[in-house]
């Protein structure tokens, strides 16, 4: 069983930044590729980023490319997500979740993730 928890959403001005924390319960986190993914009201969740377990493959969706970067402490067990120039439309709740496969590798689809935090909300104003 891994424990998730997700901090640092908050409101925030667009063009703005944030960075959001994801803390695991479990020291092997670092075996575990983790994903960030997004829920606006009426919407379905979708990816936003991803990084493999070693940290040296990362996948950020085209939506937030070159905006938002994901990465990871292993020593710590905590995957973040730093958002810069925050718009309106990424206005959402902000989950981690955790793929316990054997693989590793960067996913990006949620049925191959096994633990979810309990999500984070990011309010972005315009």
């Known amino acids: 069983q891994v424990q998730l928890v997700e901090f640092g959403g908050r409101l925030v001005q667009a063009g703005g930044s944030l960075r959001l924390s994801c803390a695991a319960s479990v020291r092997t986190f670092s075996m575990y590729a983790v994903g960030w993914f997004r829920q606006a009201p009426g919407k379905e969740r979708d990816v936003v980023a991803a990084?493999?377990?070693?940290?040296?493959?990362?996948y950020v969706a085209d939506s937030v490319k070159g905006r938002f970067t994901i990465s990871r402490d292993n020593a710590e067990n905590t995957v973040y997500l730093q958002m810069n120039s925050l718009k309106p439309e990424d206005t959402a709740v902000y989950y981690c979740?955790?793929?316990?496969?054997?693989?590793?590798?960067?996913?990006?689809?949620?049925?191959?993730?096994?633990?979810w935090g309990q999500g984070t909300q990011v309010t972005v104003s315009s």
């Open positions: 979740a955790c793929d316990v496969s054997s693989r590793g590798t960067v996913a990006v689809n949620l049925r191959e993730y096994d633990y």
């Open positions: 990084i493999s377990r070693s940290g040296d493959d990362t």
